[in-house]
């Protein structure tokens, strides 16, 4: 079996353990005889797998009693509206820091739903970056403040989260549970699954309840968080297969640790750091070195053509999925948690010998 590399940005690369796992029971799972696809919802074998889920994230990250962990669907996108549906109140603004296309998305779709203000905005620039702390304005007395952790096209990510007066809401779809946070300094934390957690099809959130009580009673019941915290998820139909797969990705993180694996993480993003900056300029970074994110490694070459023929023999030589977003070039490697560190190794000699080929 020949697995590449895979730098995919997401859908991404999930641990083999897990896909393993997943294959082996795939024609009966847990003794029910039918796979996890074809189990009830209601039954009592899928409710293992979705409490394995639950108490994978609670434990993982260290969820507090007051807070829900809900698997919705929809994406993150669909949290982009979500979240100002339910707690963003008539007359009331929201803050939002534009670090990116990411949060320039969430921004849009909040402003569809009420005010918006925007606390700092580094959207634009070049090289990328997050703004500091001291660049922050917020507005007299927010409903919240919405922050991007880790913009996964831009590269960049916020490596300690801003202290603020109103409950602090962030999409953490490409660095969640890539790293310990401390869930009790956020209101609201969300995330596609698609990148550290599973297939897509699943969204997390983590939420502290008593925010939920702030959705306007109109608003319709699937868009609701306290619907879904009064069901525990299962108000309808839940994406199953990728509520099975959390539990497996959380089996194997605790196997190896969340710190263990954080610390794996910046080693692995260090080891392609240096090798673009000991490159003499053949290879340029594209984000600011503080805010250099350890899941989207972000570069560039002298040209397109040059980018374009790094990508196609990186490609050729099993390392898949390099080439930038559509809407900034480059190349983008992401290496999210279950990236394995051959893997690095593999594209930094790479990178060697093309330089050595092209420099
Ligand atoms: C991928 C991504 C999204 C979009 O997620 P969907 O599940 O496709 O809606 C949103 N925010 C960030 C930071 C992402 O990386």
């Known amino acids: 079996m020949a697995r590449v590399y895979n730098f995919n940005a997401g859908p991404a ?11 082996d029971e795939m024609l009966d799972f847990a003794g029910s005889g039918m796979s996890i696809l074809e189990c009830s919802h209601r039954g009592k074998e899928y409710e293992a797998a979705h409490n394995e889920a639950l108490e994978g994230i609670r434990s993982l990250l260290g969820v507090p009693p007051d807070y829900a962990v809900l698997f919705l669907q929809g994406g993150a996108s669909l949290q982009f509206a979500m979240v100002p549906m339910n707690l963003l109140g008539k007359g009331q603004t929201a803050d939002y820091v534009n670090s990116g296309s990411w949060a320039s998305k969430a921004i849009k779709e909040a402003k569809l739903i009420g ?16 703004p500091r702390e001291d660049e922050l304005r917020f507005s007299e007395n927010p409903a919240y403040v919405h922050i991007t952790s880790n913009e996964t096209i831009a590269g960049t990510q916020w490596k300690r989260f ?26 609201l934390i969300y995330a596609g699954a698609q990148k550290n957690l599973a297939p897509a099809g699943v969204t ?10 702030r959705a306007p009673e109109n608003l319709p019941t699937m868009l609701k968080y306290r619907a879904h915290i009064e069901e525990n998820s299962l108000y309808n139909t839940p994406p199953c297969f990728g509520v099975y797969f959390i539990a497996l990705v959380t089996r194997w993180v605790k196997k190896t640790g969340l710190e263990n694996l954080y610390r794996r993480n ?24 503080e805010c250099r994110s350890d899941m989207n490694v972000t570069f560039r070459l002298q040209n397109e053509a040059l980018e374009e023929a790094f990508i196609k023999e990186a490609a050729r030589q099993g ?8 809407s900034v070039g480059g190349i983008r490697a992401s290496i999210y948690n279950a990236f394995p560190v051959e893997g690095i190794d593999s594209l ?6 093309f330089q050595r080929k092209n420099g």
């Open 348 to 353: 930094v000699a790479f990178m060697k010998e």
């Open 319 to 326: 390392m898949k999925g390099l080439k930038g977003h559509r």
């Open 204 to 213: 997390l959130v983590i939420i502290r309840k008593d925010l939920a009580e």
């Open 162 to 187: 801003p202290e603020t007066r109103a409950p602090l809401v962030a999409d953490m779809s490409s660095d969640i549970l890539s790293r310990p946070v401390d869930v009790s300094a956020f209101g």
């Open 13 to 23: 690369v999930l641990p083999l353990e897990a896909l393993e796992h997943a294959r």
């Open 266 to 289: 910046v080693e692995k993003a260090a080891k392609l750091y240096a090798a673009i900056d000991n490159s003499g300029g053949f290879y340029r970074g594209t984000a600011a070195k």
């Open 115 to 130: 005010n918006v203000h925007i606390a700092a905005d580094t959207s634009k620039e070049i090289p990328t970056r997050i």
